[in-house]
């Protein structure tokens, strides 16, 4: 059965549609990657899978059960993570307050009935740099720590799947292999991580298959190794 | 966007037919000449907001007023009814409804108000349009002087007879520091130019020590009255009423300025002012006010048990006034014989009414009623459960105006 | 010196208080759910009123002063809840326009319906006798009361500040005062935690009525005092910030407190100025987070119909019946038309700043009420004409629009409409307080039209010319390049900007022309009405115009119009029938928020196109 599945997606801003008949599917504890240029539609496809864009016409799956237009909470209580682009972690917030905003509630915690939750522990050892600012300020923390901050924000809540929007966006070559490792052991801890990424060699290294975008629709769909093979696809949509 | 249908072009006339025709929702203009017709009076009040508490009362007195006349015959052998119009306390409004009255109804005359500014408005538009306007409530001195005119008459004793009243006691007082706080409009500031041109005439060494204009409907007085006890003032006088002094006087004893201070209240011995306050109300204050409790002469106890038979209440100063308004239009009417506003308005200079409180006259040089108002002391009443007046004097009109030379003197300075 | 400056100091510490626990509210329920609610003022007042009720149930039984703390102050708190869940849900993903105009409509309904209840009367709570009397300080008295809410304010301030750090529903309400988008992605179900940011800030409103009903008179006109009191200080703050509330709260009540005695005659307006400097300074408060540039227009533009081809016939129809009607009609039904052209007018000149410029202005009567002043003072004080001070009058509300506009313009949407309110209100005061220029609430009287135009008729006739003629002028200006580039700003001013056109420029312009048009409305308004009144810059007035707006349908150029004229009737019919006009326009209001927020023209138009695509803005999924 796939994790999430998502067929024939349309999405309009207004009048002007933006996505048009989107499908992809990603496996249990797979990584799958979404490249495209700038404005190619690969943070609208998460955000409305999120439930933050109204769908115009299409479905969404999650565990083989239909969850369209289903509120952005009831999502994320269903088990989907979101990472957004620009990481929206709680400037005014701790470091420990944000946790605790994409913590689950005790009572739901329990009804969840997962026990390899994630706690603070867990999250600090995954990213050990964020133990040592738990009361910081969110807005003074360095822009890698933010997006650490926003992934351990979102894993609080026990995700399945993770949404994971440009993570290595305008971050030092130090902090995007740090975060390579990172995800990797997510993906290892069986989550299911829908990437969109413009570095298309990082995205590549982790996922298993990649949705390659073009003005809104998916122009080119194969593992990864397929992908690095066809020349023509690299070179006319993603210049490496 | 599809484009809209051929019918779309007759929206636009179709509307405006429909919303012109709407008009006659305003009800008839009145067919004059009918012999049994009702005389109609327009009557343009604040019967809605802060002023109600006055106006209530002063309706119903109205109303009361109306039943007794027409059941004696009314005027001319016709009826009177009286059209109600809330003007909100606002002087457009007045106008508005001015206009209305006037223009669509075609009334015999036009009485009321309470604020001030309000009667100043329907004065002007009363003036322009030459139909007599009584003018019942507001009490600047302006209204039938600096700013008077052949078509506008006072019912109330004005802020100019209120605070002079005032002063002829005050002088009498050991007291020279003198502070004062009222409400930022013209009641407010005239009730307190009365008073002190009168003293400082009375008694020239006098000094004012502090003055404070709070917006009408302040609310909030600590500020100012620590402001005030700061200036150590011998006497207060304040023009402030209704919801701004119940507020006041909380916020005011506390501090013990009913202590500090002598304070001298123009209208604050009314019913509508001193009854709310229960047994908070301050002791020992000056006061102009009516004492409808005390006045046992046998028209006032039976105006008094007629008004409660009728409201079960007991009368306020806004019943005196609406009804003394009324039996004033109604013996108008009765002198002049007829409906042109000419006649009537001749008819109302130094015309005679009797009321539950003796005689008054409107004189004819500055259509200000010879209607007095009584002063006193204010003290609680346990057995009532509110503050009363005592040692209580009515000083009539006649003793507080002024001559006609110096009316005229006013008026000219205010053309 | 000690004693003046520790007895002002001490008093404007306790009206801080008040004003903090109100703002306080204000400030909550608008950093989350980006509504101001003007209905604040009136939970208070209803506070009040039920203090004063379970004080004359209880009085005398020992549990009196316990059963009105809980029950007052959580009363309220459930009825703000209640409206949230029936009301003001349908209206998160609506313009603002609309979220204002409903909670003002729900301040018309409670004012009335605490009337119908409690009576006009003004009523009195005593003092508990726990505070009553007072306390020597320096050898002087003074009330044990303000001492008492002096030390409630901090342990209250305390209270909140532990449940907004140390609850996660505290922690959620922060985050969501930041981004609440985010905040419903990591799985906070947002419609309860709005309807809870109600009940809290309500609570806090009560509380605040019933702190303050034994030092205030109880009446039905507290909601508007204190409401315009607890804006002016959230706003200095910073909306949405707690500590902002405290520091606006403290600011106020000390200028005031030190105001009066220094500047005795102009307290009024210090409190307004200090607003507009914040605003204009920081427009998102002292301690307020700044906020981006939003597309507000967008969701306006929505709502409109636009590129619809005029057709003019049907237009000159209704001109030349407008024209014969002095034949028919008699006088006084020409005088209520004369004054809905005023109106018209006045809506048409608001619609073009607001349908087109997408800039919602809470202050338009400013402008109104500066032609009729200017024509006013001309008349009366400069003893000019009538031809001559009718066209110089609307040059003072050019003036006027200029100073303001240069101002405000920067500002987006909420900001900008508190900033036109404060405009609005400062230039109140001064018409207010300026007694020997403007006549202070006695206004200007005795400004009548040249004799040639005296008659309602002639004067009918000279009103809808000029009236025609300015309709004229403004859809000209809608339809040129002009228009169009300010259009295009509306609807995303990034992109205009990066388009190479100053916005701010455009917009300026569109608001220097609104202010005049508003001013000749004003002048002609004034020279109908023979005088001029500080009313005509209110709050009240300057809600008019929108109402008929939102009656009409934005945007549209027949909106404004047909919206002044049902407006005009409604207010000169119904307040001839019933006393409870206020509720009733708040009802019409609500109904037309919730269930038609196209306005009339709109509805009708989107009847007739049926057939087209839907773009109805229920059909869309809320913004988050």
């Known amino acids: ?219 080119f769909h194969g593992g990864t190794e397929e992908l690095m093979a066809n020349e023509a696809v690299r070179r006319a949509h993603l210049m490496v | 966007m599809s484009s809209p249908p051929r019918a779309m072009r007759f929206l636009p006339p179709l509307a405006a037919l429909l919303l012109v025709g709407s008009l006659t929702l305003l009800g008839p203009g009145a067919p004059p000449g009918w012999a049994a017709d009702p005389i109609l009076i327009g009557e343009i009040n604040s019967y809605s907001g802060v002023a109600s508490a006055f106006t209530a009362p002063y309706r119903e007195a109205i109303k009361m007023a109306v039943e007794e006349i027409n059941a004696r015959g009314g005027a001319l052998g016709r009826p009177i009814e009286v059209l109600f119009r809330d003007d909100k306390l606002r002087p457009d409004e007045g106008i508005k409804h001015a206009q209305e009255l006037v223009v669509q109804r075609q009334v015999a005359i036009l009485a009321g108000t309470f604020s001030s500014a309000v009667g100043l408005a329907v004065s002007e538009f009363a003036r322009r349009a030459k139909k007599l306007f009584v003018a019942a409530e507001p009490l600047t001195d302006v209204l039938t002087w600096q700013k008077g005119h052949r078509y506008v008459f006072r019912v109330r004793p004005n802020t100019y007879e209120q605070g002079r009243m005032l002063a002829e006691r005050a002088a009498k007082l050991p007291h020279r520091r003198y502070a004062v706080i009222g409400p930022n409009y013209e009641y407010g500031r005239k009730a307190w130019e009365g008073f002190w041109n009168r003293l400082r005439e009375l008694k020239p060494g006098v000094e004012m020590v502090a003055e404070y204009w709070p917006k009408l409907g302040e609310g909030e007085y600590s500020s100012y009255i620590t402001g005030i006890l700061n200036a150590k003032p011998e006497v207060v006088y304040t023009s402030l009423f209704g919801s701004d002094w119940i507020a006041f006087v909380k916020q005011a004893s506390p501090f013990g300025l009913f202590q500090r201070a002598f304070v001298i209240g123009i209208l604050l011995g009314e019913p509508e002012y001193i009854e709310p306050l229960g047994m908070s109300a301050p002791e020992g204050m000056l006061v102009t006010g009516y004492p409808w409790y005390a006045i046992d002469t046998p028209a006032h106890t039976d105006f008094v048990k007629r008004y409660r038979e009728r409201t079960g209440t007991p009368p306020r100063q806004g019943s005196l006034v609406g009804y003394i308004t009324l039996l004033s239009i109604a013996a108008a009417i009765d002198r002049a014989g007829s409906l042109e506003t000419e006649k009537l308005v001749t008819a109302m200079e130094d015309l005679e009414v009797s009321t539950p409180i003796g005689p008054i006259r409107y004189r004819g040089f500055d259509h200000q009623s010879t209607m007095g108002a009584w002063i006193g002391t204010t003290k609680r009443d346990p057995q009532r459960g509110f503050g009363i007046m005592i040692d209580w004097r009515y000083v009539p009109g006649e003793e507080v105006l002024p001559g006609k030379e110096e009316v005229e003197k006013m008026r000219q300075a205010g053309q | 010196m000690l004693h003046l400056i520790l007895f002002q100091g001490l008093t404007g510490l306790a009206n801080a208080m008040f004003l903090f626990l109100t703002a306080a509210g204000l400030s909550l329920i608008f950093g989350v759910t980006r509504i101001i609610n003007f209905a604040h003022g009136s939970f208070y007042m209803l506070a009040a009123y039920l203090t004063y009720s379970l004080g004359t149930l209880l009085a005398g039984t020992p549990w009196q002063l316990g059963v009105t703390l809980a029950v007052a102050p959580l009363a309220v708190a459930l009825l703000g809840g209640l409206i949230e869940v029936i009301l003001l849900r ?116 009560g509380f605040a009525g019933m702190l303050a009903a034994p030092m205030i008179s109880v009446n039905p006109g507290m909601d508007t005092t204190v409401i315009v009191e607890a804006f002016v200080v959230a706003v200095i703050g910073g909306m949405g910030s707690f500590s902002g509330s405290l520091l606006g709260a403290l600011l106020i009540g000390e200028l005031k407190a030190f105001g009066i005695l220094f500047f005795p005659r102009i307290s009024l307006v210090l409190v307004f100025a200090l607003m507009a400097v914040v605003l204009v300074a920081r427009p998102w408060g002292l301690l307020g987070k700044e906020e981006p540039l939003t597309a507000e227009g967008g969701e306006l533009a929505a709502l409109q119909h636009e590129g619809l081809p005029v057709r003019w016939r049907p237009w000159l129809a209704v001109f030349l019946g407008l024209l014969l009607l002095p034949a028919v009609l008699p006088p006084f039904y020409l005088i209520i038309l004369t004054e809905l052209f005023a109106a018209a007018l006045l809506a048409a000149s608001l619609n073009f700043l607001l349908g087109y410029g997408g800039m919602i202005s809470f202050g338009h009567a400013a402008y109104f009420g500066l032609g009729s002043y200017g024509a006013g003072l001309l008349v009366v004080r400069a003893g000019v004409g009538m031809p001559l001070a009718f066209l110089l009058a609307p040059l003072l509300a050019l003036a006027g629009a200029a100073l303001y506009g240069a101002l405000s313009v920067r500002l987006s949407s909420i900001y900008f409409a508190m900033l036109t309110l404060a405009f609005a209100q400062i230039t109140y005061t001064i018409a207010y307080q300026w007694y020997d220029l403007t006549g202070g609430d006695n206004g200007l009287l005795g400004i009548w039209p040249h004799p040639t135009l005296a008659d309602p008729s002639v004067y009918y006739w000279f009103a809808l010319g000029v009236t025609t003629l300015c309709l004229v002028a403004l859809f000209c200006v809608v339809r040129s390049p002009f228009g169009q580039s300010l259009r295009a700003i509306r609807d995303n001013p990034l992109r205009a900007q990066s388009l190479g056109i100053s916005t701010r420029l455009h917009q300026w312009i569109a608001f220097l022309m609104a202010g005049l048009f508003a001013g000749i409305a004003g002048a002609l308004f004034v020279f109908q009405k023979g005088s001029t009144f500080p009313d005509y810059l209110s709050v009240e007035k300057s809600i008019e115009p929108l109402v008929m707006i939102l009656l009409g349908g934005i945007g549209s150029l027949s909106g404004p119009l047909v919206g002044a004229a049902v407006f005009k009737l409604l207010d000169t019919i119904i307040t001839q029938y019933t006393q409870y006009w206020q509720a009733l326009l708040g009802g019409i209001l609500v109904l037309l928020v919730v269930n038609f927020p196209r306005g009339i023209v709109g509805y009708v138009l989107q009847l007739w196109s049926r057939r087209g695509p839907t773009d109805d803005p229920d059909a869309a999924a809320p913004r988050a």
Do not use: C
């Open chain 1, 1 to 219: 059965m796939m994790m999430l599945e998502v067929t024939n997606l349309e999405v309009a801003y207004g009048l002007s549609q933006v996505l048009f008949g989107i499908s992809l599917r990603a496996g249990s504890g797979e990584i799958v990657a979404l490249l495209g240029r700038n404005g190619a539609g690969k943070s609208t496809t998460l955000k409305a899978i999120m439930g933050l864009l109204p769908i115009r016409e299409g479905h969404i799956h999650l565990r083989g059960r239909e969850v369209t237009g289903q509120p952005p909470y009831i999502l994320n209580q269903l088990g989907i993570g979101y990472v957004p682009e620009d990481r929206r972690i709680f400037h005014g917030l701790t470091v420990r307050e944000n946790l605790l905003v994409g913590a689950l509630p005790e009572r739901r915690r329990s009804k969840r009935g997962r026990q390899d939750g994630w706690d603070f522990e867990r999250v600090f050892e995954l990213f050990p740099l964020l133990s040592g600012l738990v009361e910081r300020k969110a807005g003074t923390l360095s822009g890698g720590e933010q997006q650490m901050l926003s992934i351990a924000r979102t894993l609080m809540g026990n995700p399945d799947v993770l949404l994971l929007d440009e993570p290595t966006e305008g971050l030092a070559p130090k902090m995007v292999h740090a975060l390579e490792a990172q995800i990797g052991k997510l993906r290892d801890a069986g989550l299911t991580i829908l990437l969109s990424e413009q570095r298309v060699k990082f995205a590549l290294r982790l996922a298993s298959q990649a949705y390659l975008l073009e003005r809104g629709r998916i122009v």
């Open chain 3, 90 to 205: 349908r209206v998160y993903a609506a313009p603002t326009l609309h979220q204002l105009l409903l909670t003002f409509a729900l301040v018309l309904i409670f004012g009335d319906a605490v009337e119908y209840v409690w009576g006009e009367a003004n009523l009195s709570v005593p003092i508990p006798a726990l505070l009553g009397g007072s306390v020597r300080l320096l050898g002087q008295p003074f009330p044990l009361y303000y001492l008492g809410v002096i030390g409630f304010g901090p342990l209250m301030a305390l209270l909140l500040w532990l449940l907004m750090t140390r609850t996660r529903w505290g922690i959620l309400v922060r985050a969501a005062t930041q981004d609440r988008e985010m905040v419903t992605a990591l799985g906070v179900n947002q419609k309860r935690l709005f309807t809870t940011v109600f009940i809290v800030g309500s609570w806090l409103a």
